[in-house]
């Protein structure tokens, strides 16, 4: 499904009434000759006809803000109308994707922001994606191969998907690889782990059933592999919903967590964080578990639609993990969250009303964070203050 056309704003600015004004601060001063440099840079780069909302891109600095919450730090920029942001494996590249409609479909361009030049590029113009449209063409997901390669998932609003490999340096496409939906095996990935899991648990299955194609329904489908264990709900007909632990390494089965609700119930993800194994699941209600020692702890519950949600991981540094708890989709109204769990708390981060997505790269110490405010999605990317 592809996100919904964005509105178009024109960028408002406010200014304050009733006060003398007493000259331009140290910080403004600093603020215009950036803004002196960007128009320069822009007009040595010509006009971009690319821009089918006739906006101009925006990359600004901000300063500090206050109150922020721990582990995040000042603002570094914003990027106006983005989605799906991606950080590069060095952190100096961020890549987000925004679908513009024209007279025909709805097509995605790609944005390149460049940190360590301080510009916002286009990497790949709206109408050079017309063609890997059916009825539109929106990214669904951005891999970095390297620091100047990226791969973008682009699915054709049909049944199709184009594979697009991207050279950041050179601004160009280097390969596509058009596929059509439908004939793959879902189960292909998982079929050799499946098979162990069977091999191990044959009393799993229901009459007439295997016990490989019960254990890869539930592989498909949002689990934690840890390094001697699978964490799985099996999703198969005949047997039951409940969280399940099977050791890889011996014969024990443990169900972590009953799971009520009937079909409505699911497994949304999880990882493990040194003891502790993290995950979400629930029908109705969805709660991120701790599971540590045999004992189980609530650390954060929500409403939820029933299968609509998801944990997926961003970064990882020993104990302490950043994941986006994703309950709505990018294109729809409403909040997901983003945490980082420490090794014993869970600690929301971004204090936006709509967040849709967050991306972190440590080594750069930077955290990007989209959200919804009014008819537009906006990135922003700010700092980590990390221990």
Do not use: C
């Not at 925006?58 to 106006?80: F, T, W, Y």
């Not at 891999?143 to 054709?156: E, F, K, N, V, Y």
């Not at 945490?339 to 967050?358: I, N, P, T």
């Amino acid at each position: 499904m592809s996100p919904k056309k964005e509105t178009q704003k024109s960028a408002k600015s406010t200014t304050a009434i009733g006060k003398k004004f007493k000259g331009f601060t140290h910080e403004e001063r600093v603020a215009m000759k950036e803004r002196i440099q960007e128009l320069k840079a822009a007009a040595r780069r010509g006009p971009r006809a690319d821009k089918a909302d006739g906006e101009d891109a925006v990359l600004a600095k901000i300063g500090e803000m206050p109150e922020l919450e721990r582990a995040i730090g000042k603002r570094l920029h914003a990027i106006i109308k983005a989605s799906a942001p991606a950080l590069s494996p060095s952190g100096r590249f961020l890549v987000v994707s925004q679908v513009l409609a024209d007279t025909a479909t709805e097509n995605t361009q790609i944005l390149l922001l460049d940190f360590g030049r301080d510009l916002l590029d286009t990497l790949l113009p709206a109408k050079a994606a017309a063609k890997y449209a059916t009825y539109k063409s929106y990214v669904s997901d951005f891999r970095w191969m390297g620091d100047t390669i990226l791969h973008a998932s682009i699915p054709d609003g049909d049944v199709g998907v184009t594979e697009v490999a991207l050279d950041v340096r050179s601004r160009s496409i280097l390969h596509e690889d058009h596929q059509e939906g439908g004939d793959e095996d879902p189960l292909a990935p998982y079929r050799a782990l499946a098979d162990s899991l069977g091999h191990l648990y044959p009393g799993v299955a229901p009459p007439g059933a295997s016990a490989s194609d019960v254990f890869g329904s539930g592989l498909s489908w949002p689990m934690v592999h840890g390094r001697a264990f699978v964490l799985l709900q099996k999703r198969f007909a005949g047997v039951d919903d409940d969280v399940w632990l099977y050791r890889l390494d011996r014969r024990e089965a443990i169900r972590v967590l009953p799971l009520t609700g009937g079909v409505r119930a699911s497994l949304a993800g999880g990882f493990v964080a040194g003891r502790d194994l993290i995950f979400a699941a629930g029908a109705d209600t969805l709660t991120i578990y701790r599971y540590r020692n045999a004992r189980l702890t609530t650390l954060f519950s929500v409403p939820v639609r029933p299968q609509a949600s998801s944990l997926s991981l961003r970064a990882q540094r020993r104990d302490s993990v950043w994941f986006v708890l994703t309950l709505h989709q990018s294109y729809e109204r409403g909040s997901n969250r983003v945490f980082l769990y420490d090794g014993e708390h869970l600690l929301s981060l971004g204090d936006y009303q709509e967040l849709v997505d967050a991306d972190v790269h440590l080594l750069r110490h930077r955290i990007a964070f989209l959200y919804w405010d009014g008819g537009q999605r906006h990135v922003v990317v700010k700092e980590l203050l990390l221990k």
